[in-house]
């Protein structure tokens, strides 16, 4: 594709994505609406229906948006045209497809379209980068030296992951840098262990923070909640979003 129609490519498909965007302001609404009413009805269920309700909410919240442009590209009609200008052609018949009496607050809208996402654009890659630098973060706090204490708690951790019945080895990392203990990886699980609680508290409390994240550890946590940082790096400007959000993470450690 040449550098041509690239542009025109995008040129195309900005005001379709900014109307996706702002079309989500009332999608993204109605969905927090309903989450809220079957939370409340469900207030006494298990944990696992509420976050089950949380979880289908929060999947509704980014599949509006890619619903609503996948329908306006297949409303478009067919059209015979260069096979380099394919896909532009389509996104551009879509966008200058005839509409009645547009009126002056409508134009306003549109000419502002180009903005809106390239402030969406701005806001959703400054939390991806965020995002980014955690997961790069947790990957040097494995790296940390260990003292004598980790050889004891090791054995600790590994004595309850046969309990629990988890078959991949997990390491235990004891370091200062956190004030809680968390479970991070999918692939090569690490528990982090503050130091600082070993010597406050008593080892059958300690055992009991272990087990817990050796349940999300168990339930591949860490996996689900690396996508849910990617709907909020893509919805951030929606508080409907942070508000489902929070609500699946309090699930979620009732569960654990």
Request: charged residues 10%; hydrophobic residues 55%.
């Amino acid at each position: 594709m040449t550098d041509l129609s690239m542009t025109e490519l995008m040129q195309a498909l900005v005001p379709v994505l900014g109307r996706a965007l702002l079309h989500f302001l009332w999608q993204g609404a109605v969905i927090g609406l309903l989450a809220a009413a079957a939370l409340q009805l469900l207030r006494n269920a298990r944990p696992q229906t509420r976050y089950a309700v949380a979880c289908a909410a929060l999947l509704a919240c980014l599949l509006a948006p890619a619903m609503y442009i996948v329908a306006q590209i297949g409303t478009t009609p067919d059209a015979v045209v260069p096979a380099s200008l394919a896909a532009p052609a389509v996104f551009t018949a879509l966008v200058a497809q005839p509409a009645p009496a547009l009126d002056a607050w409508s134009i306003r809208l549109d000419a502002g379209l180009p903005l809106i996402v390239a402030l969406w654009a701005a806001g959703a890659c400054v939390l991806s980068l965020r995002m980014a630098m955690g997961v790069a973060w947790i990957g040097r706090l494995r790296t940390t030296p260990q003292g004598p204490a980790h050889a004891t708690w090791q054995a600790r951790l590994d004595n309850l992951c046969g309990l629990l019945h988890l078959q991949r080895p997990v390491a235990l990392r004891l370091v200062d840098s956190i004030a809680s203990a968390a479970s991070a990886g999918w692939w090569r699980p690490v528990v982090l262990l503050p130091t600082a609680l070993i010597a406050r508290m008593p080892c059958e409390l300690i055992e009991a923070l272990l087990a817990h994240e050796l349940a999300h550890i168990r339930r591949h946590d860490y996996l689900v909640n690396l996508m849910q940082g990617v709907v909020e790096a893509q919805l951030f400007y929606h508080p409907v979003t942070w508000w489902l959000s929070r609500q699946f993470r309090n699930e979620r450690e009732h569960i654990a």
